[in-house]
């Protein structure tokens, strides 16, 4: 358990690092594009959930999956997933078509919460 919250700090430090080594050239995307990857990913992450359930490999509803099995695997998921969006973001990586930004967050989703947040098996 201690060791997944070191990591998590590690990884939501790594923006902070990203953001000072390009802080000279420093010119942030919109808002709008980490919005928008926020809420593909998001999505992205449900529709695990929704896999793994339709296959059987989980029992329950979204909420035990999420926060009754394994609530420290879900807010490591959540973190990876902030960590990943705030690097993309202070690096300036999130200026792509809107299509491209979607199908990216979607799939980082999808792989955060595949390889993170097991929940209970079926």
């Given at each position: 358990?201690?060791?997944?919250?070191?990591?998590?700090?590690?990884?939501?430090?790594?923006?902070?690092?990203?953001?000072?080594?390009?802080?000279?050239?420093?010119?942030?995307?919109?808002?709008?594009?980490?919005?928008?990857?926020?809420?593909?990913?998001?999505?992205?992450?449900?529709?695990?959930?929704?896999k793994k359930k339709m296959r059987g490999?989980?029992?329950?509803?979204?909420?035990?999956?999420?926060?009754?099995?394994?609530?420290?695997?879900?807010?490591?998921?959540?973190?990876?997933?902030?960590?990943?969006?705030?690097?993309?973001?202070?690096t300036g990586q999130l200026v792509m078509?809107?299509?491209?930004?979607?199908?990216?967050?979607?799939?980082?989703?999808?792989?955060?919460?595949?390889?993170?947040?097991?929940?209970?098996?079926?």
């Amino acid at each position: 358990m201690k060791k997944h919250y070191f990591l998590a700090g590690l990884l939501l430090s790594m923006p902070v690092f990203a953001w000072a080594w390009s802080a000279p050239a420093l010119d942030l995307p919109s808002p709008r594009n980490l919005i928008i990857f926020t809420v593909a990913g998001m999505v992205g992450m449900l529709a695990h959930f929704y896999k793994k359930k339709m296959r059987g490999e989980i029992a329950g509803n979204l909420a035990d999956y999420l926060v009754r099995d394994h609530a420290d695997a879900t807010l490591l998921m959540l973190l990876t997933f902030a960590g990943t969006a705030a690097t993309m973001w202070l690096t300036g990586q999130l200026v792509m078509s809107d299509g491209a930004l979607i199908a990216l967050a979607f799939n980082s989703g999808w792989a955060i919460d595949s390889g993170v947040n097991k929940g209970a098996g079926a």
